[in-house]
């Protein structure tokens, strides 16, 4: 069921000291919804205000109207959540999470897109203290999750694989309606980079499980802990700017940014086109690989993920110019909006003609459960632990991509 729409505190309402801030024994916290390496995440359940927390009359008006909105309609925990620091981290993660979560707060503060969360409340104390939190529009789904229930929807629509044809005896309309669902939610993400990207913020931590989805179907971007504001004095004569590398998680992260070299937004055109493979492709980029055979073959080679000949052209050459070697031969996110566009117009036209769009499905991909976890930690996570290296020679690359990254 839709919740019902904020009809009183808006985000371009929502800036600095307006945004209603809330103590941490006014929030009644309900399940855990989810969970970080720094963070963990509940559904709030009721605000109940106390009013020796109101500031000005503002802030009360803004409190108020923020706890009448968790109430309605009994929906309460289908409504916001609470995004707090774990309490289990050694002493150095714990700070790295304070600092993820103040950066969070500060970006999101400013923010004001429809596909970038919401920020709804923040605590009262300082962004450094450790009871810190922000409370947040609830997502009920990831992109992660998303392309689990395409699997399932394409995988009921066919019957028979039959190699280079593609699926025999298959759904056309179910498959249509899949095609034009993917590339709109590729397009979602594209839009709110390009908000980003607009203002001088690289993300750096693009991939499925950091694009949400709420009741109502909007793709949003969230979790912006390794967001960084480009300033000018920051960058170089090429155009690029000395940054931390190792930064995010090694199967989206850009080659350069695995390499500790200098960077710029383009990083953020590299992880795009292997979300947008994975979306099309309904697989895992990279699947089977080691975290040495990555950095191997990837980000010190120019192996990427095989783009299906089925696929129209133009999807293919937006994935591999967006994913080059070559930081400036890749897309900027208005020029990748702008095909996007193109491609939607094509669908929609395809969609509501009486031909099918003719375009295949990828047969599904197999991922061992061992592949599927190294690439995808997050390299500010240094206390997990990890499996012996075979080749003692690779201990550089090995502290690299088998310690940071899962």
């Given at each position: ?5 904020r ?5 371009s309402?929502k800036?600095g000291d307006?945004?209603p801030?809330l103590?941490?024994?006014e929030i ?8 970080g390496?720094?963070?963990l995440?509940y559904?709030?359940s009721?605000?109940v205000?106390d ?10 008006k803004r409190r108020?109207?923020?706890?009448r909105q968790c109430m309605?309609?009994?929906?309460a925990s289908?409504r916001?959540?609470?995004?707090m ?9 714990y ?7 103040a950066?969070?707060a500060?970006f999101?503060?400013?923010l004001?897109?429809?596909?970038i ?9 300082d ?5 810190f939190?922000?409370v947040l ?9 998303k392309?689990?229930?395409w699997?399932?929807d394409?995988?009921r629509?066919t019957t028979?694989w039959?190699?280079?044809f593609?699926?025999?005896c298959?759904n056309k309309?179910?498959l ?10 590729a397009k979602?993400i ?7 990207h607009?203002?001088?913020i ?6 499925p499980e950091?694009?949400g ?5 909007k ?7 390794l967001?960084k ?6 960058r170089?004569?090429?155009?690029l700017?000395?940054?931390?590398g190792?930064t ?6 850009a080659?350069?940014?695995a390499?500790n ?5 383009k990083?953020d055109?590299?992880s795009?086109a292997?979300v ?9 980029p990279?699947?089977g690989?080691?975290?040495?055979m990555?950095s191997?073959?990837v ?6 993920p ?15 110019t967006?994913w080059?070697?070559d930081?400036?031969e890749?897309?900027d996110?208005?020029r990748?909006?702008q095909v996007?566009n193109d491609e939607?117009d ?6 509501n003609g009486?031909?099918?769009?003719d ?6 991909i197999?991922?061992q459960?061992?592949d599927?976890?190294?690439?995808d ?5 240094s206390y997990?632990?990890?499996?012996p290296v075979e080749n ?5 690359m090995?502290?690299m991509h088998d310690?940071?990254?899962?």
């Open positions: 069921m839709n919740s019902p729409r009809s009183s505190i808006h985000a309402e800036h307006s945004i801030k103590a941490f024994s009644n916290m309900g399940d855990l919804v989810g969970q390496g720094f963070s995440v559904a709030v009721q605000i205000l009013p020796v927390y109101d500031t000005s009359e503002k802030q009360s108020q109207e923020l706890s309605v309609e009994g929906n289908n916001f959540v609470v995004k620091l774990r309490d289990d981290l050694p002493e150095d993660e700070t790295k999470g304070v600092l993820d979560l950066v969070e500060r999101l503060k400013r004001n897109h429809p596909h969360v919401e920020m709804m409340a923040t605590a009262n104390s962004p450094l203290e450790s009871r939190f922000v529009e609830m997502l009920n789904l990831t992109l992660e999750d392309i689990a229930d699997r399932i394409l995988s629509s028979l039959c190699g280079p593609g699926y025999c298959a309309a179910t249509n309606r899949s095609w034009l669902e993917r590339i709109l939610v979602s594209a839009s709110g980079l390009e908000y980003l607009g203002q001088s690289i993300y750096r931590d693009l991939k950091n694009i989805i709420d009741d109502d179907g793709v949003k971007i969230f979790d912006f802990g967001a504001r480009l300033l000018p004095d920051d170089n004569d090429a155009g700017y000395r940054l931390t190792n995010g998680s090694l199967r989206y992260m080659p350069e940014i390499l070299q200098a960077y710029n937004l990083a055109s590299y795009f292997i947008f493979w994975q979306i099309i492709a309904l697989a895992v990279y699947a690989y080691t975290c040495q990555h191997d073959y980000v010190n080679g120019d192996c990427r095989k783009i299906d000949k089925s696929w129209p052209k133009s999807w293919g050459h937006l994935m591999e967006c080059s070697v930081i400036f890749r897309q996110f208005d990748i909006l996007l939607l094509v669908l929609i036209a395809q969609n009486s031909d099918a769009v375009i295949k499905a990828q047969k599904k197999k991922l459960p061992n599927a976890k190294k690439l930690v997050d390299t500010r996570i997990i632990e990890e499996s003692e020679a690779s201990e550089g090995r502290k310690i940071d990254i899962v």
